[in-house]
Structure formats: structure tokens, C-alpha cells
């Protein structure tokens, strides 16, 4: 006699382990059961986990416990979703379970019913149909059978076409005369409305889109405002088509409602929404209609990419250069990467768009693995902006902006136009400093200084959330020489409204936008008329401003000298984004750039040869010190409330490490370049391999031993696969 099955559950727990569970009772455990949600007993709580396998009961060790409940009816993970979590799961070294609740909803990752996606329609049953002649002429259950005897109809339209038919119709369905059932939910969307005719570029690029029959990686490599929106469109259109789901990433909520709002326009279909903006019951039910093949068109964020596809057709990951598809807690995942992984499981073209593409994803394109797809012009009449550098040596500023700058914006508003004024700093000053004896206010729990909001009324620490009033006098000297130094986003905002008081100042940082569609309204507020925008990076990430003619970007110093690797390339591609803001339609665009240092190779190669010739330079330098994407790098990161703790556990970890192999990269431990925030220190070690598969192999075999260390109790710590930075 064959030993019963068990269930191996993973649960969201921080171990790399399934748990084995008997099935609840009544239930007979089978291969059906893989991707169902169930409820276990686990220690003194009750969690929601996911089937992960079955087995063999063993009969070693402890009794096994039984599960407490089977959630679904039917697995929420199968197929090919199934299998890229697992692969999720292996590439980060994460636990299974905690990729299982990643990849859900809230409501669902804490075991809920999957939420009801459809409509209700009323229809006659076929004694309805022979008996409504028989209805007393003008009642009202007859005046409802005759709306129902051509066609079933949904709720929604009996509430326009019949005052009280509720109350007829629990007559009917009382006398067996008519039904209730569900039906596909059917938003309300407009018709399709025609494009704008591609140019030849565009053109061959979606027809390269429509050509790619299963997988394919193609990366619309096109500069802003060539049209590369259009070209989604187009090969969405053919998806659908198809009759297959489309789904399209982007890197902020801010862009969401303008891609929504755009695409249900030209598509003519319900266009689903995935992204933090929504409640919990909203994604839910978006994803429930993922998983029942109901959604067709799904925009959304970083987390969308977990979104099931049963009938998938395309992927499409806008601005894939964009730092937010990486995941910075928990599982440390980046949605582009993960959709490649969807795509070629799925067989379907994912489609990769930006003006300022990673390097990573220019060397995939150079060395033949994704397609390589050029817009080299902007749509329609729209002309490149003019480019013009400022020294700012030696020279008068106010607030930041230099005379000949303020002039600028004067002339801009006087032509009808609007300006852009792009600080990547938020607040009103990074520093409060006392300039009698030189004291700072610096977080209590980062040791680094907090950021001057409010008009100089408040502190902020920008890291760990800190926040206190800022002293009335020096606390060191007692002086009241206390000043606000350096420029933030606050700070312009209020020099420039009372400079151009005639027109709107605008602010658009964190600070603005953090409520539902706060950039939406922030941009509605603007219009068309003349005024400024104040804003950070959010701005720079593919927001169409058709009357933006002049953008100054106040203070990029900072990002020429940082010892991150990668920095560079985000100064480039955040420079190349916000000038890309200006002149979009008809208008001639201008980009102001300030700098102390306007001989800086990196300014002199984007302005000379744009952003191609600044990341072959890149990758040049790339190659020659061993970083991505010619290593493949891990970090391990330590936090702990004394130092020692952190340094001994790395050290632990690396004798780990070295066990299994004694030829691999391996830099630290160190102190992480801010190696104190929120009240804990960090440090790190960094390991780097040419290839990615010595890299992963040292991984699997290092990681248990390493989940065993004493020294693994006293320390939080975390694995980081690819990282985006090294802080």
C-alpha cells in the first residue's frame, strides 16, 4: 500500500524551505492542488500558503499537521505563471513563498474569496418565453419579459431602460419565468479613434512588432518624442486582433492615467489599471480578471508584471530604463527582466521602449539577442530642442537660478509657452547650518543632514522619515545665525512665484503627488496656459507637455562625481529625459543646462554626440573595470545596532562562500557608501563573475550554510541579485 500524499506548502516566511502538511479532512490530496492557496496552522498562527508540490508522507521526524482549509477551486498559479515564479524564486535565491505572496494581491495573500470580475444579466427562462403572452398587458413583470424576450440584458441597462424592474423581476424569477445568471463585465468605452499615419520609421518598426512570431526581445530604441507611443498602439491593435491580452509596464503611477486615458481612446477596449494608487479590492479584482482572461489591455507598475496571462500576446516595458522596475525590498526583482523571463515562457514579442536605454539592453541589442528597432527623428513637425550650457562660476544666483535664466523664462512666458524648472531635489534646502560655528542638523538615526522643509520650519531626514521642528537657535552655540543652504524644490517654487506672479508655480515632487492622481491634477491645473513647473526626476519620465518650450535644469554637479558605477548613466538619461520635455509639438524647444563644471567629459560627449555616443564610451569603460553588463554581481547586504555584529556575520559569510569556491570576486566586507540609516549600520560584501553561472552555483551551494550561521541570528541581512546601486 502506497503512503499517503502530503502537502508541501510555501508559506511567506523568510526560509528557503517548503513545510509538509496532511490535507484537510475530506480532501484528497492530488496534482490539481499545485498553485491552490491553503490555510495552515504554523507555530501559534494560522497563514495562507500556496501549494507548491506534493509528495510521499516520509514518517520521519515530527507528526505532521493538518492543513486547516483548500481556498480555491482552482489553482490561482498554474501553467506558465507557475513556472516563472519558480524561476523567480531560484534566480534571486529568494524563498518560494515569499515569491508566491509577491506575486498576489493583498486580499488574496491573506486568504480571501478571488473576487467576482463579472457582471449580472436577466434573461427569460423557456417557460418565461411561453408564458409571457399570458402577462396581464401593461404590469410591469410584462412590460420586463417583453425588454427581455429579444435578448438577455445586463443590470446596468434595465436601470436606464425600466424604473423598479427589481421588483418585477423577483416576480418572474418567483414563477420560474426568469433567471439571473453572470456575464462578462462590460465597461462603458468609447469607439476607437483613428492615429496619427506613421512615418516610415515608425511604420517598419510595427510591422517588426506584428512580424515576431513567438518570443522575441525588440528594444524601440527611439529619441523623445519620436512617436514611440504610436507604435505600442499599433502592435497592441494587432494583438488584439488576435484576440490575445496585452500587457504594458511603466515606470511611475504619474504616467498611468495619460497611458489609460490615451489607449482606451485609440483601442476602443476596456483598458485595466495594475498599479499602488488602487485599493487592495481594486487590484484584486483587476487581477482576478487577469487570471479569468476578462482583461485585455492591462497598464500598470513594477508589481503588474506578476499579472497571469492565459491568452498573452505581447509585452510591452516602457522606459525600460528606468530604475523603478527594480524592486529595492523583499524580493529584490526587476519587472524588465522578469518580463523577458514571461515572454520567452509565454512565447509571445516583448517589446522594450526608451530614448535613453539602459546599457545593459544596448548591449543585448548590439550583440544580437534583442532586436534593434531606431526612431532617430521626432514625430510629425516636432524639432529636437536646442541645448545651452551656463557657467555658473563666480556668478550671481537666485535661489539657485542664474540671471541670464530668469530672463529666459520671462521671454518663454511672454511667448505664450510653459517652463520647466528641473531641481532633482526635493524640500526647501538639503542643509540647516549655523553660521556662527558651523553646525548642522543631522538625523539622529543616519548620521547625515536633514533635509529644511516647510520654508526652513521643519526637519525631514529623506532616508529613514525622520521628522522634528527645526530649532529656533543654534544647539551647539546657542547663536540664531541659523540658514537655510543649498537649493530644494520648495525653495524655487517660492522664489519663482513671487517673481512671475501673473502666472501658475507649480511643484511636482514626492511632496505633491503622493495622493490618488495627485500628478494628474497637479498637470490639469496648469492647462494650456502660460506658467511654470517646479519639479524632480517624476517629470522626466515620459510625460507628454505639447506646451513646454523652455526647460533649465538647475544642479547637476552632484551626479558627475558620485562613487556609484552606475551614475553616469542615470545623470545622462535623467539629462536626456528632461530636455526631451521640451518642444514636443510644434513650438521650438530650449533646455538651459547650469553647471560649475562645463568641461565635464560627460556633458561635452552628451551635447556633442548625444546619448549613443556617451554609452559607447560608457561601455568602454564598463568592460575595462569588470562591471555590468560585463560581470555579473551579487550583494550581500548586513544591517545590525552595533557594527561588529554586521562585520562578523559578512565575515562568517564569506568563509561560507569561499568553501565552495576559492576563485570567485569578492570585495569586502565593507561599509556600505551610507553606512548608517535608520538607526542601523551596513555594511556589505560584493561578489562579481564574469559569467552568470558559476556566480548562481556558488549561490545554491553557500546560501543553506549561510541560513545556518549563528551569526545569521543577530544581524538582518539580505541577498541582492543584479543590483541597481551599491548603497
Known sequence: MSAPLVLHVALPVPLPR?????????????????????????????????????????????????????????????????????????????PLGDVF???????????????????????????????????????????????????????????????????????????????????????????????????????????A?????????????????????????????????????ALVLVPEIGLTPQTLARFRERLGVPVHALHSGLNDNERARTWAACLRGEARVIVGTRSAVFTPLPEAGLLIVDEEHDGSYKQQDGIRYHARDFALVRGKALDVPVLLGSATPSLETLHNARSGRYAHLRLSRRAGEAQPPSVRVLDMRKRHQEAGLLPDTLQAIRAALDAGGQVLVFKNRRGYAPVLLCHDCGWSARCKRCDTPMTVHGGGRRLQCHHCGAR???????????????????????????MLAERFAGVPVLRVDRGTTQRRDGLARQLAQLGDAPGILVGTQILAKGHDLPHLTLVAVVGVDEGLFS????????????????????????????????????????????????????????????????FSPFAHLALLRAEAQHVDAAQQFLQAAKQALRKHDATLEMHGPLPAPMPRRAGLHRVQLLLSSPERRPLHRLLDLALPDIHELPEARRTRWSLDVDPMDLY
Not at 462590460?186 to 492615429?195: L, N
Not at 521642528?469 to 541659523?482: H, I, Q, V, Y
Open 101 to 207: 505572496a509577491t506575486a498576489l494581491p493583498v486580499p488574496l495573500r491573506q486568504g480571501e474569496p478571488l473576487p467576482d470580475t463579472h457582471a449580472w444579466a436577466w434573461r427569460l427562462t423557456a417557460e418565461g418565453v411561453a408564458q409571457r403572452e399570458r402577462l396581464r398587458a401593461g404590469s410591469r413583470p410584462r412590460r420586463l419579459a417583453d425588454l427581455l424576450a429579444p435578448s438577455e440584458q445586463d443590470e446596468d441597462a434595465l436601470d436606464l431602460r425600466m424604473d423598479d424592474w427589481r421588483t418585477a423581476a423577483r416576480a418572474l424569477a418567483k414563477r420560474g419565468l426568469a433567471e439571473r445568471h453572470a456575464v462578462p463585465a462590460r465597461p462603458p468605452v468609447p469607439a476607437p479613434r483613428p492615429g496619427p499615419p506613421l512615418n516610415p520609421e515608425q511604420q517598419a518598426a510595427a510591422d
Open 468 to 494: 522634528q521642528p527645526a530649532p529656533p537657535a543654534c544647539p551647539d552655540c546657542g547663536g540664531l545665525a541659523l540658514q537655510p543652504q543649498g537649493i530644494g524644490t520648495e525653495r524655487l517654487e517660492e
Open 563 to 626: 562613487t556609484d558605477f552606475r551614475a553616469g548613466e542615470k545623470l545622462a538619461q535623467q539629462l536626456i529625459q528632461v530636455a526631451g520635455r521640451a518642444g514636443r509639438a510644434g513650438k521650438r524647444g530650449e533646455v538651459w543646462l547650469q553647471t560649475h563644471h562645463p568641461d565635464h567629459p560627460l556633458l561635452n560627449t552628451l551635447i556633442s554626440g548625444g546619448y549613443h555616443a556617451f554609452a559607447e564610451s560608457e561601455l568602454e569603460q564598463r568592460e575595462a573595470a569588470g
Open 18 to 94: 517548503t513545510f509538509d502538511y496532511l490535507p484537510p479532512d475530506g480532501h484528497a490530496a492530488g496534482e490539481e492542488d499545485v498553485g491552490k492557496r491553503l490555510r495552515v496552522p504554523f507555530g501559534s498562527r494560522e497563514l495562507t500558503g500556496v501549494v507548491a508540490g506534493l509528495g510521499p508522507a516520509t514518517g520521519e521526524g515530527p507528526e505532521l499537521r493538518q492543513a486547516l482549509a483548500v481556498l480555491d477551486a482552482a489553482p490561482l498559479f498554474q501553467g506558465e505563471l507557475l513556472d516563472s515564479l519558480r524561476w523567480l524564486a531560484r534566480y534571486t535565491h529568494a
Open 209 to 245: 512588432v506584428a512580424a515576431t512570431s513567438g518570443y522575441g526581445a525588440l528594444l524601440l530604441d527611439g529619441v523623445t518624442g519620436s512617436g514611440k507611443t504610436e507604435v505600442y498602439l499599433h502592435a497592441i491593435a494587432d494583438c488584439l486582433r488576435r484576440g490575445r491580452q
